[in-house]
């Protein structure tokens, strides 16, 4: 069980390879760090005794790819600009800090129905709207291009999650 | 419309990085005014933006009403925004939250998509009456129609459950059905909160064992499948039987599964579960001991890490399973990352056995040798190098080796020690093989671990009896002499005191004891000068129960059997009594008496008197006057010959007859020697030699026909018992240029002490340097007439010491180096910030 706050400013100076934190505390009790980097992008999962540190790492990478759907080829600026998107992503994974679901294709359909839903409502609130709402996914506007593909490449099937 | 979005508040806070506080007050001015809007997507647009502003660390705590309004509005998209910033800024304490109760409730019965919104909030906001009031509704909810509603309910039950214990048997019973969920997402969900309960409390939940392993043989889901091992592991201690029922599976899935995660998993619960004892567990012990040892070859870091991990805790029960891949395990004590050498330490530490001791710590030793050294001698460090074992391909690149940290030094050299003490020695079979240990990472460390090294030397011979100790007397000799002649390069003297005074020492041959006593009686001068200068009565009674102790041991050894220890405590006793007898009539002088401080200005001979007791420096100068210096090979011959001395002229005039015999050697032995050469150049009187030309003349066929002359006379005598081997005459005349001596490389060097000396308050900062100037020729009179054979000097060239030095600065740039090779990060286009 982990809190589903993922951290914007790390509390240290990232070493150069994901790795687990060391322990503090009781040895079941500890809290554990567990981080993964894609190049400039770093996942941090902050989890306790009951966690596998192998598995939060294989749950990383479901999240990245779930990123990676959603906003096709994710870059930095997806997550700095879209940070509301990412969260309601978070939350077809992650609920109250216990696991929901590590299905991608699962996560990703839970992510679609919702966006679309929230397009909608928005479409039918303000009728004359050119796509730009509160927070629609649709707010990725023409200036915020993401032409580097590398994220995808990064990612190189997860270890059968 | 003319309100910044969220976009723009982003770019804002982009492009104002300098002033960004400036920029935020304003903007966070301008949320306000939105926030109470009756638009309520301009309401919605401001509580966004206070989510985000949130994140970055501003408060948002006053705007929690404005976000309950928003979780209400009937749309969607205004809705998820709401409960967004519900999720990230309410907590316990939140008033708003008693008035979240019918909103919730309406939600969690409107469309699905409100369903799941809500469910989510709810298991972040969830409060104790919350969760009272909202359990009948959540458990209706786990037979709702959709999966993923079903899915949510089950993880919200949880917080529920957890905030509320009452709802917990009702929850827990329903929970046991969604076990049976034809949905496997919900199935999983079911799984991960058990876990979470079972983890509090196993042994309620045994009943679900049947249910468990039917999902452990017939599952996919590796997330689940890892809850379910987990779970089990939590179980077997109160279940023994399920321990010899889980093997088969567990077995199977190890063998079988293709996710290292799930694999890990296993062989981790196999270990803690308690699955390997017995001789059942022992081809499982097998099977997950060879998984974790390709784990630590892997090339994946993170797999190295734990694998080093779980064989900690496998080594106590197969320690021999484990011991076949010590190779490997050593090899990782190598490895670039230094938590990963952490753990390698950890199990190498544990894996120590009588059998296995003296290889393991011959190789960490080597970890601290210098991996380059130019020495031109080989040395005790570079002799040890060689026997190491072949060092793995990742230390290709020994400068940017972690080995050249002090800290990390510092923990091998103290992990050496540990391994080897731990349990009183239990793993030491050869204790003339650990003096030598000690004595070689003395020699390697070049670090601060001389302390703990020198406790060991102490307490091994303090514990250790037997024969072996015979041969490491002498090295305590050297301790405890070097221990009271440098005693001022120490920063606490005073604890060295009880270990030089220990009882076990009268164990020890009398000399190392007479060197045991003096260096008690040169500490504590050393100690009690300083302890004077920084004089405060509250120092009164350490210094005097220490002057209690040495005396009190000192007692024990004036009636020693031999004479030199005898006399060393005899005097150190006359002196401690002097000074104790001071001490005892010292009295504290008033300091913040105003008039003793006005009186003592007009009497001067008052404020001359010294504060602390006199007798504190009554020691210091019998010890401390004269630095020791290495004296140089030539120096006696070179000291010139002052104007009006002839050397060579007779003092008194020798006799006709031989002269008595004399008790001491060298004397007789010098006097014979001018007899002999006054044979040989057949004159009574008047022939003068020096004693250089004398040696040189002088032939061995001489000396040999002199001893044999001595011999002969003193067959006679009644005082003299004579040795008839031969060998101890021939060893008495060998040649003192014949001796055999070695270089010792890499000695600090004699001659740093003065400055340490004159300078005490500097000493806790005193750093070793990192060259150490060797003072090879020794010290010579003034104005000395240089031999020629000393002209030549020996090596002067410095040693390597400074290289590993040198060498640990580029791992700096190294480290830049592999920085810019990872991918060029994502360019900000400026056109859009």
Known sequence: MFPARHFMQLPWTPPELEAFLGPKGEEDERWRVVYRSYATLYFVFVVDGAESELGILDLIQVFVESLDRAFENVCELDLVFQFDEVHHILAEIIQGGLVLETNVEEIDNSVQVSAKLRKESFASANPLSLGIGVGGAGSRGGNLKSPLGWLTGKITGGRAM | MWERTLQDLIRGLRANKKDESKFIAKAVDEIRKEIKSDDMELKAGAVLKLTYLDMLGYDMSWASFHVVEVMSSPRFHLKSVGYLAAVQSFDQETDVLMLTTNLLKKDMTSAPTDISVALNGLSHVVTPDLARDLSPELITMLTHSRAHIRKRAILALYKVMVKYPEVLPQGVAKLKDKLDDPDPGVVASTVNVLCELARRKPEDYLTLAPQLFHLLTTSSNNWMLIKIVKLFGSLSPYEPRLVRKLQPPITELISTTPAISLLYECVHTCIIGGMLQGSSGDSLARMCVSKLAAFIQDADQNLKYIALLALVKIVPSHPHLVAEYQDTILASVNDQDISIRMRALDLVSAMVSSNSLQSIVQQVLSHLVPDTSSSTLPTAAQSLAQHTVPTSPTTAKPHISPSQSPAYRLILSQRILTMCSQSMYENVTNFEWYLSVLVDLAHVANVDIGPQIRDQLVDVVGRVKGGETGSCSEVLWAAAWICGEYCSELSEPQKLLPYLLQPQISTLLPEI???????????????????????????????????????????????????????????????????????????????????????????????????????????????????????????????????????????????????????????????????????????????????????DVETVEDRERRLAERRERLRDDPYYIIDDKPSTSKRAHEDIDSIPVVRLDDMPSLADVDDSRILPSLKEDYTPPSSYVIDRDGEMPEGAVVPSQTATPRTMTPVSRNTPTLTSFPQYEVEDEVRTSTPEPIKYSSGIV
Do not use: C
């Open chain 2, 513 to 695: 004891i007479a060197v045991y006593i003096h260096a008690t009686s040169k500490i504590f001068g050393h100690w009690a000068a300083e302890v004077a200068q920084r004089w405060d009565d509250d120092d009164l009674p350490e210094v005097k129960s220490m002057v209690d102790l040495v005396l009190g041991r000192a007692r024990e050894f004036v009636g020693n059997s031999d004479v030199e220890v005898q006399e060393r405590a005899a005097n150190t006793v006359q002196l401690f009594t002097f000074i104790q007898a001071d001490l005892n009539a010292y009295r504290p002088k008033p300091v913040d008496n105003p008039f003793a401080e006005a009186s003592s200005s007009f009497d001067p001979i008052g404020s001359a008197e010294p504060r602390f007791p006199k007798s504190l420096y009554l020691l210091q100068p019998l010890h401390g006057a004269y630095d020791l210096n290495p004296v140089a090979l030539a120096a006696q011959a070179s000291v010139p010959v002052p104007e009006g001395l002839d050397l060579d002229a007779w003092i008194v005039a020798p006799p006709q007859e031989p002269a008595p015999e004399v008790d001491a050697d060298v004397k007789a032995r010098k006097v014979k020697k001018g007899k002999g050469k006054e044979k040989a150049m057949g004159t009574g009187n008047g022939v003068v030699l020096t004693p250089e030309y004398e040696e």
